[in-house]
């Protein structure tokens, strides 16, 4: 299979797509309706309110909601709730969605009160792909192939402009505003919005960000920058670096314009905000935080980039998000290396409302706006990254480009079972459970006492690896149920070994249920 990008950078030619058709795994969804989730959302009181239900089958499909709180409304077309709930509490709230086949029932608990992004964040970032040069038609475009390819039906939501849309400052609040490659953002975060995605943008507290476009701070309280008055910036006000040292400019500012922006963002209708500097301190990131609690709109707060562990009572306090770790890169050691080794020391942080981040998956079609080329992990190295990133309870933002979704890579991203993992409410991350010679094992209990299993193979060659219920803290007879096949494919008594073959760089994902329950015990469990 080989195919040509949509949208393609000057001068870029055709990316072939290698054929990883023999490697799917996720067997396709069924034709009649099935909802999948996150099962908890939640909004504060008074803010704007969308969300739309995940919903797999046939279309046209219908939707109904019982028991929504008062202000929120549901299309019954489209599933998108909107509204502004009136008043704090917990809803569980029965929704329904229904085709010429049948229809599915589920329970989706809305929590209305102080925190928002009970689940990690799911959704596409522009930065992997298009780096610098993203613009608002590519980001309409990846809208557009998200939503026809199905991802919005598996809770993918998030639409993040990264750095690059930035121009100078002014409009009614003298915040920043975009460049031309950005006519209109109002309309940009509405026709998101019409899709039910959520719109996210980019900034930074210096006087600069990484691509060198204005941040959100600056030397002068008219909110003019030097090298721009001076014209050492190009068509789209990046700065020459041919003319001055990106270092230059990557201090803070005298002034900070966080509530500028704040507000300016809040009017075009953002939902999320990456927000970027390095070393992160508790000034800024408290500075922007009450700047976009100002604006009285729900903003998903993530920090950018190499977070330290000392800071994280402070991001506990005033972050949603933030990155554990500098840029990844499409390679076995980069991926492997930020997934095994940095993500531990964080997982008593880890919880609804607060997820450290391991960074962008690094999938499909990346080149980060220079030189564009086809993930060099190979298929179960890839495998191993969405299930090392589900098990950890990370956020997962895509950054390839949309118009190249293969079939693997779709199946790779539409898995229910695989993302009800990182979206269990309890938001618990798995944690190295055993390890040995160039394998480990990861364990994540789960809200309804089941218990996530995965098996890595960090050798070079194929291994078997397995292990013991009773060993993992389990009780009883469990079934072994594969995650990626979507099937049970044992049932084993609680002290019996269960084992399975893993590909040099690969795993294997497991549920085992009934995991621990509350149910009385009778007979010898010793």
């Not at 939501?157 to 609040?173: A, P």
């Not at 719109?199 to 930074?204: K, R």
């Not at 729900?298 to 330290?308: E, G, K, Q």
Request: neutral net charge.
């Amino acid at each position: 299979m080989c195919l040509t990008a949509a949208a393609q950078l000057p001068g870029e030619e055709g990316i072939a797509v290698p054929d990883y058709s023999a490697y799917i795994l996720t067997p396709p969804a069924p034709n009649t309706p099935r909802i999948n989730w996150p099962r908890v959302y939640g909004a504060r009181p008074g803010a704007d309110f969308l969300f739309r239900i995940p919903a797999t089958g046939i279309r046209p499909m219908s939707f109904s909601a019982k028991g929504l709180p008062r202000g929120l409304k549901l299309d019954p077309s489209t599933g998108i709730i909107r509204g502004k709930a009136r008043r704090k509490g917990s809803y569980k709230v029965q929704v329904t969605a229904t085709n010429s086949l049948g229809s599915d029932t589920r329970t989706l608990r809305l929590e209305i009160g102080d925190k928002i992004a009970l689940t990690p964040p799911l959704g596409w970032n522009s930065w992997n792909c298009w780096g610098n040069s993203v613009s608002q038609k590519l980001i309409l475009e990846s809208a557009r192939v998200m939503d026809e390819k199905g991802l919005a039906d598996y809770g993918w939501s998030y639409i993040n402009i990264d750095d690059g849309w930035q121009g100078v400052r002014g409009g009614k609040y003298n915040a920043i505003q975009p460049n031309k490659k950005f006519p209109d953002m109002k309309a940009l975060g509405d026709s998101l919005h019409e899709r039910g995605f959520k719109f996210g943008i980019y900034s930074g507290p210096w006087l600069s960000t990484y691509a060198s476009h204005i941040g959100s701070s600056c030397d002068n309280a008219d909110g003019t920058y030097w090298w721009v008055e001076q014209g050492l910036v190009d068509e789209y006000y990046k700065l020459d670096r041919s003319k001055l040292d990106k270092e230059a400019i990557r201090i803070f500012g005298k002034y900070s314009f966080a509530a500028a922006d704040a507000k300016q963002w809040a009017d075009w209708g953002v939902d999320y905000l990456k927000y970027d500097w390095n070393p992160n301190d508790e000034w800024w990131l408290r500075d922007m935080r009450e700047a976009l609690n100002a604006t009285g709109r729900d903003i998903v707060y993530s920090i950018s980039n190499r977070a330290r562990v000392t800071l994280g009572p402070a991001l506990l306090k005033y972050a949603e998000c933030w990155r554990t770790t500098g840029d990844i890169r499409d390679t076995w050691e980069s991926m492997s290396t930020i997934g095994f080794e940095g993500q531990d020391c964080w997982a008593g942080f880890r919880g609804p409302g607060h997820w450290p981040d391991a960074d962008m998956l690094v999938l499909g079609k990346v080149g980060w706006g220079r030189k564009m080329h086809w993930t060099q992990l190979t298929p179960w190295e890839q495998y191993t990254h969405i299930t090392l990133w589900a098990i950890l309870a990370s956020p997962m933002l895509l950054g390839c480009d949309m118009a190249l979704l293969d079939d693997f890579t779709l199946s790779l991203l539409t898995n229910n079972e695989v993302l009800d993992v990182n979206q269990d409410p309890l938001g618990i991350q798995g944690v190295r459970f055993g390890s040995g010679d160039g394998h480990v094992t990861y364990i994540k209990p789960l809200e309804d006492g089941t218990l996530a299993v995965a098996l890595f193979n960090l050798g070079d060659t194929e291994r078997v690896l397995g292990f013991v219920p009773h060993k993992l803290g389990l009780l009883g007879d469990q079934t072994v149920r594969d995650l990626w096949r979507q099937k049970d494919v044992a049932k084993i008594a609680q002290k019996e070994r269960f084992e399975t073959k893993v590909p040099a760089h690969g795993c294997a994902f497991f549920r085992l249920s009934p995991g621990l329950t509350g149910e009385k015990l009778e007979g010898d469990y010793r």
